[in-house]
């Protein structure tokens, strides 16, 4: 199973990007995805997930309202759209997806996600 992460860049505070995160290889439709991140001298950190089918999403609280986590699942894809970008959001972005069921409540947590992409680099300047 192979996630492909694009759509990361600079951008301005207040500005907006898409990420998108491309699944290939040997898996299920029925997969969860979520998006991490990791800033430079951070821990990684949860930021959205997106249940399947994709009638459930969790967003941690410092992004809701300003990002969207949606699924093609004709398309193996999974998006992240951030708006109203902040310089705090500078980090790198990671797609991670997993087969199994995650239990409620969890899907912040990393460890329940069995697939990674590499990061795609997210610079919001002020």
């Known amino acids: 199973v192979q996630l492909q992460a694009s759509g990361g860049g600079s951008v301005q505070g207040g500005g907006s990007l898409r990420l998108s995160c491309e699944v290939s290889?040997?898996?299920?439709?029925?997969?969860?995805a979520g998006w991490f991140r990791q800033a430079p001298g951070k821990e990684r950190e949860f930021v959205a997930a997106?249940?399947?089918?994709?009638?459930?999403?969790d967003y941690t609280d410092s992004v809701k309202g300003r990002f969207t986590i949606s699924r093609s699942n004709d398309k193996n894809t999974a998006y992240l759209q951030l708006d109203n970008l902040k310089p705090e959001d500078t980090a790198n972005y990671y797609c991670?997806?997993?087969?199994?069921?995650?239990?409620?409540?969890?899907?912040?947590?990393?460890?329940?996600?069995?697939?990674w992409g590499q990061g795609t680099l997210v610079t919001v300047s002020s």
């Open positions: 991670a997806i997993t087969e199994i069921p995650i239990p409620a409540g969890s899907s912040h947590d990393a460890h329940h996600y069995d697939y």
């Open positions: 290889g040997r898996t299920y439709e029925s997969y969860a």
């Open positions: 997106i249940s399947w089918p994709g009638r459930n999403t």
